[in-house]
């Protein structure tokens, strides 16, 4: 049996005919850039979300660019984030000359730590960027209520947790922005690069869309510095149609998820865990194990893939070492020795479950 890591043929077999007819439809009108479909997509997702305003852009990476960049995010701040996390989440806060301050993360969530934030807090702290990682919301209202004690602002990364509740309410609209990824291994992905910015602040709103569209409102008028950031027409079309999608995609994963746990309940291994507070909706199903080379060369040679979501902590990276000298986070650092991510897409197979399951059982044995 051989397995993919993720799926995408098989989920554009089950929505081909839709697909074909709104790519065509975007390249008969020619509309390549702003055609109508980005504002109907921008509309789809504010209304999903509950946002009251939702703007395209070119990648989820330029969603935190522009919403750091909305907030005047400048040389010398500081942005407190998680470091168990893709690195575009802090890349884009040393882009623009601060200094992102990490956090250690929860053992059982992998999320930020909410209990060690205000520790990291200094004069110079100007936002929070929490990140719901793998699908489950982190712990927002504490997050929120730190900030208002000391006047900070926070933004969601919500590109892993598009449908994702904290709460009963969707994430990517419970705070100040939130920056969203269509990358097209997400939940909700597209066939190419794209994101969104989500606001409830009309000011920011008015600065996130201008800056998206190189700092202008008026044609060849430029009143701040931006970017060249739009959703092309062919992401939103396809996009259009796969978020009408979304939950029933969002629960094959999450039964596919309790598969998984069902069958690897007496496995050597650390399984997910979700907390009271959210839902998860399994951007990714990662386990925990003591000999992750072995166990992932023993399914490789069983035709069974496997990733690693992360195995370098930010505070170690090399590109930004230098910004965050003798951090010690043990948390991070262990979870990401061991952390290892299993095939998850809404159209495995219970019989590819079962196929994954045992074979790791075999590796790891019973507890
Ligand atoms: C947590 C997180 N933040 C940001 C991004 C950046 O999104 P993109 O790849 O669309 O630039 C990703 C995507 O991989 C992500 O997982």
Redesign the pocket.
């Known amino acids: 049996m051989k397995i993919a890591m993720v799926d995408l043929k098989k989920q554009y077999a089950t929505i081909k005919d839709e697909i074909d007819s709104a790519v065509n439809e975007v390249i008969s009108s020619t509309q390549f850039i702003l055609g109508k479909q980005v504002g109907e997509f921008e509309g789809a997702c504010a209304s999903y979300l509950n946002s009251k305003y939702a703007f395209a852009c070119a ?4 969603a ?1 660019q522009i919403c750091l960049m909305a907030l005047d995010i400048k040389p010398g701040d500081e942005v407190i984030t998680t470091p168990f ?2 690195v ?2 802090a890349e884009t806060i040393a882009l623009l000359g601060a200094k992102p301050v990490y956090v250690d993360i929860d053992e059982k969530t992998y999320n930020i730590d909410v209990t060690k934030i205000e520790a990291a807090i200094t004069e110079k702290t100007k936002a929070i960027i929490p ?1 719901h ?1 793998f699908g489950q919301a982190a712990d927002l209202d504490p997050i929120i209520s730190i900030a208002k004690k000391h006047n900070l602002y926070v933004i969601e ?1 919500a ?2 947790a598009f449908g994702t509740e904290y709460k009963g309410k969707r994430v990517g609209a419970l705070a100040d922005a939130a ?1 969203t ?3 097209p291994s ?1 939940n909700l992905g597209c066939y190419g ?1 794209s ?1 969104m910015v989500f606001t409830q602040n009309e000011n920011l709103a008015t600065k996130i869309k201008m800056i998206a569209a190189h700092g202008s409102k008026e044609r060849y008028v430029h009143e701040i510095l931006g970017l060249n950031s739009r959703m092309d027409t062919l992401q939103a079309a396809i996009l259009n149609v796969k978020i009408k999608y979304i939950d029933k995609w969002n629960k094959a994963r999450a039964n596919n998820a309790k598969l998984y746990s069902e069958k690897l309940c007496n496995a050597n291994v650390v399984l997910p865990y979700v907390a009271d507070f959210s839902n998860h909706i399994y951007h990714q199903f990662s386990i925990r194990v003591q000999d992750r080379k072995g166990l992932q060369e023993f399914l490789a040679s069983k035709d069974i893939p496997s990733a690693v979501h992360y195995p370098i902590p930010l505070h170690q990276q090399p590109a930004f070492k230098h910004l965050s000298e003798g951090l010690v986070l043990p948390v991070a650092e262990k979870v990401a020795k061991e952390i290892m991510s299993l095939p998850m897409y809404p159209e495995l197979s219970a019989e590819e479950i079962d196929y994954i399951a045992s074979s790791i059982i075999e590796f790891v044995g019973k507890k």
Do not use: N
């Not at 990648?59 to 330029?62: A, F, I, K, L, V």
């Open positions: 990648s989820g990476t330029d935190l996390t893709f575009a989440t990140v990682l990364d590109a892993q920056a990824s269509f990358f997400k690069d994101g």
